[in-house]
């Protein structure tokens, strides 16, 4: 079973990659998390973000066909 980090990295590719890999080292020395899961925590927003994104689109076009 893939760890809890490992589906949270998953989100990350390309750019957000980037982010992740220049926030991850500078927020573990600051909290009491491990580099791997500030990681995880910012691929899963990420993907959150991504699907709120794509909920409110499809929320629009349905009241958009409704009207």
Known sequence: MPKPEHLGQAGLAGWREKVADG???RAADKTPVSEEQVRA???A???LLSVYY???TIARMVKA???
């Open 23 to 25: 926030i991850a080292p």
């Open 41 to 43: 925590i910012v691929g």
């Open 45 to 47: 927003a990420f993907f």
């Open 54 to 56: 794509v909920a409110t």
């Open 65 to 67: 066909a409704r009207e």
